[in-house]
């Protein structure tokens, strides 16, 4: 019997972001599609964060590992671009993870827009939780997130920005 | 021109475009002038990169003749080139960078808008994808020119001059031919005439905030459309196709 759609997104379950490994891929909302055929053949689709991020292709590798070693032998990952990733799927319990480990979670959805204005709504700082923040710059680390700096704490840290 | 030779090349212009593009921004990585600033060239030029990819590897499929991404990014000659010459010019100063990459990004927010369109389910993707991109591109770039035009007179020189000299490349960026033409009729491509219009207005209005002033009357460079390009893409071709050329076997 060939395993089921939970069963292998419970197997993905444990791949951690390369780049973030408090959460996983599938917090991150990356996994939008999963077609078992049978016990050894299995279609994915998965979408790019951002178009460049280099982490996609460690997360298809990281993939094709684990399904091959739970017996799958043909194993074919599309990357579809349609609907766009958005900060919007990360799960709060992600979000939660992503603050504990010193990383701004995305403030706002892409629902209101003031993300494209650049009005964005303050940004707290993940360890004195101080909303006096100034960014610094709106590039940080890795494609996406932004860099803030805490006025109160002084401490610099991420934002992952939200698109 | 069938519909499929029409993508081919519709595609692989742009996918050049922001291939040689994102080369020549990642020639900043480490040398930008302060750490912050450095790194959001660095992502920029990712993004678009990125997206290049994304763009080449779909020419790769619409071709259907094996010839994979790489094969086309790194096997093909100056004259075999169809990006924007604008794109392939040496960045210059810090100025001359970003006028040239605001004007790319004001160009683009604008053409993926009309793209994201498309009746091509993969270029409207690959459209809506970078529309969100792009945005953070524009305002970064956009935050600059009005520092520069307005800034010193010094970074008001820079930037001015940068202007005289780049504006002669941007008739191209709505250059359309045979290729244009069989996709529009398919609803697959853009009319550039529209974004022309939204685009000639959003940069004489940010230059005009910045005190720079647009030159007229300006002789417009043509050829990318061709392949026709400057003495410049050979040169960045070379450094950029040496690996794959001189270790054709060479996996990522």
């Not at chain 1, 209101?112 to 610094?136: E, F, V, Y």
């Not at chain 2, 920029?44 to 790769?60: F, K, V, W």
């Not at chain 2, 009746?119 to 600059?144: C, F, M, P, Q």
């Not at chain 2, 504006?167 to 996709?183: A, I, R, S």
């Amino acid at each position: 019997m060939s395993l089921s759609k939970e069963h292998i997104l419970s197997l993905l379950s444990e791949i951690p972001d390369p780049e973030i490994p408090v959460i996983t891929i599938v917090e991150l909302g990356v996994i939008r599609d999963i077609q078992v055929i049978d016990d050894s053949t299995i279609d994915l689709k998965i979408t790019p964060t951002y178009s460049g991020c280099p982490a996609m292709k460690q997360i298809e590798d990281d993939v094709r590992k684990k399904l091959s070693e739970h017996g799958f032998t043909s194993i074919t990952i599309n990357t579809i671009f349609s609907p766009p990733w958005t900060t919007d799927w990360i799960t709060s319990e992600a979000k939660e993870k992503l603050r504990k480990y010193g990383i701004a979670p995305p403030e706002t959805t892409t629902e209101d827009k003031s993300w494209l204005t650049g009005k964005t709504k303050l940004i707290a700082c993940p360890r004195c939780k101080s909303t006096n923040t100034k960014l610094i710059s709106q590039f940080g680390s890795t494609a996406c997130k932004a860099l803030y700096q805490c006025n109160d704490c002084l401490e610099p840290f991420d934002y992952f920005k939200c698109i | 021109m069938t519909t499929q030779e029409a993508l081919f090349k519709y595609t692989l212009r742009l996918g050049d475009t922001n291939l040689i593009l994102g080369q020549r921004l990642s020639e900043w990585t480490g040398h930008g002038p302060f750490l912050e600033e450095d790194l959001a060239l660095t992502n920029i030029a990712l993004d678009i990169i990125g997206t290049a990819n994304s763009l080449l590897e779909y020419a790769a499929s619409v071709e259907n003749k094996e010839r994979t991404a790489d094969d086309l990014a790194f096997h093909r000659n100056d004259r075999q080139y169809y990006n924007l010459q604008i794109t392939e010019l040496p960045n210059g100063d810090y100025a001359r960078t970003i006028v040239r990459q605001a004007l790319i990004d004001c160009f683009d927010l604008y053409f993926y808008q009309e793209l994201a369109k498309s009746k091509d389910e993969t270029l409207s993707g690959i459209a809506n994808k970078s529309i969100r991109e792009v945005t953070y591109h524009l305002r970064h770039t956009s935050s600059w020119i009005e520092r520069f035009g307005d800034g010193t007179e010094d970074s008001h020189n820079k930037a001015q001059t940068a202007l005289n000299e780049l504006w002669q490349y941007t008739g191209e960026l709505f250059e359309m031919n045979e290729v244009d033409e069989v996709l529009i009729k398919e609803g697959v491509a853009v009319d550039l005439n529209i974004v022309k219009q939204k685009w000639e207005k959003h940069i004489s209005e940010l230059f005009q905030k910045s005190t720079l002033v647009i030159p007229e009357n300006v002789f417009m460079q043509t050829g990318s459309r061709k392949c026709i390009h400057t003495e410049h893409l050979a040169f960045i071709l070379a450094e950029m196709q040496a690996l794959p050329r001189m270790y054709p076997d060479a996996k990522w």
